[in-house]
T-cell receptor, first 113, second 117 residues
Framework: GNSVTQMEGPVTLSEEAFLTINCTYT??????LFWYVQYPGEGLQLLLK?????DKGSNKGFEATYRKETTSFHLEKGSVQVSDSAVYFC????????????FGAGTRLFVKA | GAVVSQHPSWVICKSGTSVKIECRSL??????MFWYRQFPKQSLMLMAT?????????EQGVEKDKFLINHASLTLSTLTVTSAHPEDSSFYIC?????????????FGPGTRLTVL
């Protein structure tokens, strides 16, 4: 079946540290891949996306590359800020036989000043 | 970017009553909207897919008679939790699919927190 697996949190980092949140997927077909961010008490905001293999999505210093050979879409940021503290969800969307989005479990990030 | 709104943002109700949550796409028409449920510190679980002018498609295990979905226009879908019970307390998030102008993007609402006493 289709699924998304991302590293468990919480992840705690100091400000300006390097961030990696791992995400791997299984899918039948050719999914689009996404990272969403959720701040406390709020809905989801699209952070970045990639629609085909080798595409790199980037936004606000975050980036992730669609790796078909390793079925991965790891999120990275070179220098995190306190304001990056949130929950990050990796997700895939399939559009064959119906449009459907499957989310990973989410990874909570705490950034300390 | 496109905006999806939800109303209300939070609601408290008594057990046995019904609650309606609205999801609106503010600057695009959405033939398809989605309803998700999120428990504390957990991921989003798709409840149903709402198609304008037709019946919603519910995911396995979701009671369609309890969670009534109506998508009467291209900019509005509603979720009604009927005869609510404390176990229905959750964060409900909708999303709308924008397939206009050569794009195909899903935009999420800010969520509605339901507490059933």
């Amino acid at each position: 079946g289709n699924s998304v697996t991302q590293m468990e949190g919480p992840v705690t980092l100091s400000e300006e540290a390097f961030l990696t949140i791992n995400c791997t997927y299984t899918a039948t077909g050719y999914p689009s891949l996404f990272w969403y961010v959720q701040y406390p008490g709020e809905g989801l905001q699209l952070l970045l996306k990639a629609t085909k293999a080798d595409d790199k999505g980037s936004n606000k210093g975050f980036e992730a590359t669609y790796r078909k050979e390793t079925t991965s879409f790891h999120l990275e940021k070179g220098s995190v800020q306190v304001s990056d503290s949130a929950v990050y969800f990796c997700a895939l969307t399939l559009n064959t036989g119906g449009f459907k989005t499957i989310f990973g479990a989410g990874t909570r990030l705490f950034v300390k000043a | 970017g496109a905006v999806v709104s939800q109303h209300p943002s939070w609601v408290i109700c008594k057990s046995g009553t019904s609650v309606k949550i609205e999801c609106r796409s503010l600057d695009f028409q959405a033939t398809t909207m989605f309803w998700y449920r999120q428990f504390p510190k957990q991921s989003l679980m798709l409840m149903a897919t709402s198609n304008e002018g037709s019946k919603a498609t519910y995911e396995q295990g979701v009671e369609k008679d309890k969670f009534l979905i109506n998508h009467a226009s291209l900019t509005l879908s509603t979720l009604t939790v009927t005869s609510a019970h404390p176990e229905d307390s959750s964060f409900y998030i909708c999303s709308a699919r924008d397939q206009n102008s050569g794009t195909d993007t899903q935009y999420f609402g800010p969520g509605t927190r339901l507490t059933v006493l």
